[in-house]
């Protein structure tokens, strides 16, 4: 297994988002809900890999 395959990523769920965006007084979609999700999870991997150099 090459170093690339060894590395795991977390990812957050779409009610992680959601009940972050509840707990400020916001009510978002299921839609806005997985974008964000998915945007946060690359921005933290981005973080890691700068972070990491």
Same mark, same amino acid.
């Given at each position: 297994?090459?170093?690339?395959?060894?590395?795991?990523?977390? #990812?957050?769920?779409?009610?992680?988002?959601? &009940?972050? +965006? =509840?707990? @400020?007084?916001? #009510?978002?979609?299921?839609?806005?809900?997985? &974008?964000? +999700? =998915?945007? @946060?999870?690359?921005?933290?991997?981005?973080?890691?890999?700068?972070?990491?150099?």
């Amino acid at each position: 297994m090459s170093h690339m395959e060894d590395r795991r990523y977390v #990812e957050l769920c779409q009610d992680s988002v959601r &009940l972050s +965006a =509840e707990s @400020v007084g916001l #009510e978002i979609s299921d839609e806005v809900a997985a &974008l964000l +999700a =998915e945007d @946060v999870c690359y921005r933290l991997r981005e973080i890691t890999q700068v972070g990491a150099l």
